[in-house]
C-alpha cells in the first residue's frame, strides 16, 4: 500500500473513538467492496487488517502488513483509544 493511502486513512480515524472508526471503516469497507479495482482490493485488504488490529487490541496482525505499516497502524492505534477514553 501506498504510504500516502494509509496515513491519509489513519489520519481520518485519529480524529475518532472506536466505536465511530468501526462505523467509518465498515463504510469504507462496504463502498471499497463494491468498486472492485486492484488499488481498491488492496486498500480494502489493508482496512481489514486496521479493523483486525483494532478487534485485537493493537496486539497482533496478519502476516502480510509490513514493518512500516503496522507501526503507522499502532500509533493510529494508540490515538483512537485515547480518544474512546476521553469521549
Known sequence: MEDL????LLN???KMSVLEVS???????????????????KILKYIESFVWMINHAGNRRPS?????????MQKSFAIIYRNSIIH
Open 64 to 72: 502480510y502488513v509490513s514493518d512500516k505499516d503496522y507501526e503507522l
Open 12 to 14: 481520518e480515524c485519529n
Open 23 to 41: 462505523n467509518y471503516l465498515l463504510g469504507k469497507m462496504d463502498y471499497l467492496s463494491r468498486i472492485k479495482s486492484d488499488k481498491s482490493n
Open 5 to 8: 493511502e494509509l496515513i491519509s
